[in-house]
């Protein structure tokens, strides 16, 4: 019986270039609210007491990233991929020294601003006692359609019960994610951390999210994510 106190550490992919948001550089570094938007999540884990340390991956050759990091409570990986799993992957084996195995490893997006202690001490305390663990994520309220052959192809309707959108973070266990990350066979079809825990025939935990925490994705999603900033407090959680 492991007589430890539980753990909880956040990693942050934060390696990536941003290609859609077509921005002059990378766009975890794009001035959000008043500052980079990565800062907004790393802060979001600092400004959270459950939290004992995070780590962000960036890329070995990241110019900006010791210009905006704090100077606690926080560690730069430079050990960053060519894909967010990879990223994610070399994050937690960098930390093989460091993390026990049942520590719980909080992954969550640089990409995402909207984070805050609330939504940090909801996952936390909805899923501390989950055998597996579990991730923020956000009920379908739209009908959802598929396309498939393209501009003039057929068009279907997908039901939308049971249909949830993924946020960040997903929590699991450390030895649990790594295990689960090292047997997937190929990264490119593990677009988030609880794929790769499913893949291992597990079920992850939904845990509902605010729709504050979105992924800043477009250029269009600035405007919106400065907004939900602007808001001091989540009208609902
Ligand atoms: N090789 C990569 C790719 C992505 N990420 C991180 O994973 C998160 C979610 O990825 P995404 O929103 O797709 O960011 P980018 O990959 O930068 O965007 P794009 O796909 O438009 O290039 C981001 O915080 C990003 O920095 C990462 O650490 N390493
Ligand atoms: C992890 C994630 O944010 C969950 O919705 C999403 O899969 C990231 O996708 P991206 O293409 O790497 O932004």
Sequence with gaps: MNSQAPRYFALIPAAGVGARMAASGPKQYLKIGGKP???????AFLFSELIAHTYVVVSADDPIIDSIVPSHGVTVLRCGGA?????VR??????????????????????????????IEKLITTTGEHPVGGLLALPV???VKRS??????????????GLWLAQTPQMFRYKLLREALSAARDPNQITDDASAVEALGLSPKLVEGHPRNMKVTLPSDVRIAEMYLATAQPELL
Excluded: Q
């Excluded at 938007?37 to 802060?43: E, K, N, P, Q, V």
């Excluded at 994050?91 to 601003?113: C, F, I, S, Y």
């Excluded at 393209?150 to 019960?161: D, F, H, I, K, Y």
């Design 141 to 143: 309220v739209d009908t």
């Design 83 to 87: 894909t967010r799993m990879e990223s």
């Design 90 to 119: 070399n994050g937690l084996a960098a930390l093989a020294p460091t993390l026990r195995e049942n520590d719980w490893v909080l992954v969550h997006d640089a990409a995402r601003p909207g984070l805050d202690e609330a939504l």
């Design 37 to 43: 938007m990565l800062r907004h999540a790393i802060d």
């Design 148 to 161: 498939i052959g393209g501009e003039l192809g057929t068009l279907s309707t997908v039901a939308r019960e």
